[in-house]
T-cell receptor, first 109, second 116 residues
């Protein structure tokens, strides 16, 4: 079966750094996405990785290792507005998006 | 990024009535649109995938006669919840994907449906 695992909840302090991990087992792989979702709102796109390595975009970075079936989202200089759920999703061989359950990130002052 | 609109944002209806939700891609042509529902504190659950001009493909366990999907043009898809029941109350989100399969999905803002 297809499976994406990420922690259910994480807590971090304002101004700090947090890393949210995602591991996946899917039938084929055509890229991995990270989305941010605030409570009561639709997800918004953060990043897309299809090749191994680190993609940096401002305070957010995303890393992919295809051989390990592993990705992480790194958030630096955390702000209170970063409190949200972070969803990991993988394009399988049919370009269907397989979603993780999301990681709820709580930022404390 | 591309913009997807969804209407209405909130709707309250009585049990037994039908509700139509519209999803529009405003600045790109969406060859594929997806409909999700999301219960509180749960992940997105894909209901169906629709390609313009063809019948929608429903996920297992989703009743196609209850959740009618029409993708009549490259910029519009509609979801009609027929004979709504309180258990249909949920957050319904559409997303759209353009001509490039590798392109990310752009999400609409979602529709909060409450069935009383």
């Amino acid at each position: 079966g297809q499976n994406i695992d990420q922690p259910t909840e994480m807590t971090a302090t304002e101004g700090a750094i947090v890393q949210i991990n995602c591991t996946y087992q899917t039938s084929g792989f055509n890229g991995l996405f990270w989305y941010q979702q605030h409570a009561g709102e639709a997800p918004t796109f953060l990043s897309y990785n299809v090749l191994d390595g680190l993609e940096e975009k401002g305070r957010f970075s995303s890393f992919l290792s295809r051989s390990k079936g592993y990705s992480y989202l790194l958030l630096k200089e955390l702000q209170m507005k970063d409190s949200a759920s972070y969803l990991c999703a993988v394009f399988d061989s049919n370009y269907q998006l397989i979603w993780g359950a999301g990681t709820k990130l709580i930022i404390k002052p | 990024g591309a913009v997807v609109s969804q209407h209405p944002s909130r709707v309250i209806c009585k049990s037994g009535t039908s509700v139509k939700i519209e999803c529009r891609s405003l600045d790109f042509q969406a060859t594929t649109m997806f409909w999700y529902r999301q219960f509180p504190k749960k992940s997105l659950m894909l209901m169906a995938t629709s390609n313009e001009g063809s019948k929608a493909t429903y996920e297992q366990g989703v009743e196609k006669d209850k959740f009618l999907i029409n993708h009549a043009s490259l910029t519009l898809s509609t979801l009609t919840v027929t004979s709504a029941h309180p258990e249909d109350s949920s957050f319904y989100i559409c997303s759209a994907r353009g001509l490039t399969p590798l392109g990310e999905q752009y999400f609409g803002p979602g529709t909060r449906l409450t069935v009383t």
